[in-house]
């Protein structure tokens, strides 16, 4: 099983950019399906990007559809989120996640994902 370590987390003005990367443990993180998720003060965690195994498939959330990019390097054992044209409602800890059989349908379920990372904050000024 992966173990999952993000980093990339900031303050940073409103219209800025962060890039956040989770780095993974482990000989298996290529054949895991991985995903972003945030989770604001006061309210229910969030699903923002996924990405397949192999990078050929992602999706997003709508809010975040065309600002964040999600992306992975199988070689690296890393997943990043490109997070562009940043709004203070961005404001949240990011958790990466790692899933071993969720089918794209259900990629944007917190419980179908099997390991959490311990987050990093984000937090947009405006």
């Known amino acids: 099983q992966v173990q999952l370590v993000e980093s990339g987390g900031g303050l940073v003005q409103a219209g800025g950019s962060l890039r956040l990367s989770c780095a993974a443990s482990?000989?298996?993180?290529?054949?895991?399906?991985m995903g972003w998720f945030r989770q604001a003060p006061g309210k229910e965690r969030e699903f923002v990007a996924a990405i397949s195994w192999s990078g050929g498939m992602t999706l997003y959330a709508d809010s975040v559809k065309g600002r964040f990019t999600i992306s992975r390097d199988n070689a690296k054992n890393t997943v990043y989120l490109q997070m562009n044209s940043l709004k203070p409602d961005d404001t949240a800890i990011y958790y990466c996640?790692?899933?071993?059989?969720?089918?794209?349908?259900?990629?944007?379920?917190?419980?179908?994902?099997?390991?959490w990372g311990q987050g990093t904050q984000v937090t947009v000024s405006s």
């Open positions: 482990g000989r298996t993180f290529s054949s895991y399906t």
């Open positions: 996640a790692a899933s071993s059989g969720a089918l794209p349908n259900a990629w944007g379920r917190p419980n179908e994902y099997d390991v």
